[in-house]
């Protein structure tokens, strides 16, 4: 067989060739801009050139702080193509943790857009290796106190259309790094290889995953600064489909509208957003009937909303699960041949859990006599291997935490029935996942327990329409602070230590915690006691 390298700029190359009359729709305040898929390589071309004329070399990570767009597109070929690494920072997270990434990723270059220009020139003065920022605008260069600065546009205009990506890049080297949410303590680095990347894609345009092909329009709602925008960005591209990219600051109704006017055939995003896309569509008259699969991930989609889809606006819902780690891809949530004619209350069943390994990755479950027997009872935490899983964490001593023995062990804690269908039903950890991110219960409760007032905290996932999961805080203060000290004291004292997303929706004070019989906080009795008053009706 031919040793022909999977490399990333091969994906651009084709939809250059075979597809350049197929478009990338991106969404603008001043009205949805169209790029042809030769437009795009060519602007992208023009990217690689100037980034190497910025003096970014192969290995340099190159950042992006942007939302979802043709610009972001562009990076996301530019930078690999010449061999340097796509670092997408997540614009949500606190800033403490954008310097600590930006820092420990080394990124020798921002891309920005321009209405995020303030998040970074808040940290610009803790950055240490940061040499360039470049503006994606359409208009003149924003005022900033970011420097030496650059034009996206202008540094394109000055690119070589024509400009070669580079070849010689073994299939192994870093394509792009993505950071964690920060469970606990700083965000974990996760590298991504081309060749990971590539065969990664393969897996999501197979039939029984994503099914993707040229005739598709996609929309992926999940942000490009989160997990590769789940790899839809790179197999689109590969396949030609028609891309449409929702841009900054998109509501609910933005995406009904969109799925209309651009006739959208596939989309992609958390629970929340879908939860969200329901209640416009309950208001409103939208056609979507172009719709063929809704992709749902990053947290367990609730089973009246999957059959809300399905059921009442006839839109098949496909719910799949992965990490940050796994580039994201694990395991998909569709019927087999011969449960296609069960009862409609079992096939909901069925689609509601985390689905079927795909091809290509291994998956166990493991407790603690060793592997759990496939009836969908016992439980384990969930393992994983295969060639788009991350082996490590970049340069993190917690690396040994996660990886060993050639699995990655998950946290998660799940079942599996015997016809292979993964449950997850715990987590390991008392994380919160709020929108598709995760929020770490015990840093809030450390950030309470700062506190003078504050004798103990702890911090519990409660349910919520909207975001799936929110922090509530249970706090318990010192006699002689209380009735003296309000929520409003608790939150305003966690405001500035944490990001938006981060703070608890409530503070409860009570008496006193319920513990273990080691002392450990017993958090199943609090949400037990609690969940009269937080539970979704």
Known sequence: ????????????????????????????????????????????????????????????????????????????????????????????????????????????????????????????????????????????????????????EELLAEGDPEFEFVKDIDENSPAGICYTSATTGNPKGVVYSHRGIFLHSMALGMADTGGLSESDRCMAVVPMFHANAWGMPFIATWLGSTQVMPG??????????????????????????WLGLLKELETGEYDTSSLRAVLCGGSAAPPSMIKAFEVKYGIPFLHAYGMTETSPLVSVSRLKSYETDLPEEEKLSIRAKQGLVVPGLEVKIVGKDGEVKMDGEEMGELLIRGPWIASEYYNDERSKDAFYDGWLHTGDVATMDEEGVIKLVDRTKDLIKSGGEWISSVDLENGIMAHEAVFEAAVIAIPHQEWQERPLACVVLHDQFKDKVSKDDIMDFLRPQFAKWWLPDDVVFLDEIPKTSVGKFLKRALRDQLKEHYQIQ
């Open 1 to 152: 067989m031919m040793n022909v390298p999977l490399n990333i700029s091969s994906m651009m190359e084709r939809a250059e060739k075979y597809f350049p009359k197929k478009e990338v729709v991106t969404r603008t305040p001043a009205g949805n801009k169209r790029h042809t898929y030769r437009e795009i390589a060519q602007r992208t071309r023009r990217l690689s050139s100037a980034l190497q004329k910025l003096g970014v070399e192969q290995g340099d990570r190159v950042g992006t702080f942007a939302w979802n767009s043709n610009r972001h597109l562009e990076a996301y070929f530019g930078i690999p193509g010449i061999g340097a690494v796509l670092h997408t920072i997540n614009i949500r997270l606190a800033p403490e943790h954008i310097s600590y990434i930006v820092n420990h990723a080394e990124d020798k270059v921002l891309l920005i857009d321009s209405d995020l220009l303030p998040l970074v020139e808040r940290v610009k003065d803790s950055f240490k290796t940061v040499q360039a920022y470049v503006v994606m605008t359409d208009g003149e260069l924003p005022e900033t106190s970011l420097s030496p600065v650059y034009s996206y």
């Open 248 to 273: 900054a600051q998109f509501t609910p109704k933005v995406l009904a509208e969109l799925i209309e006017s651009e006739k959208i055939t596939v989309t992609a995003g958390v629970p929340t957003i």
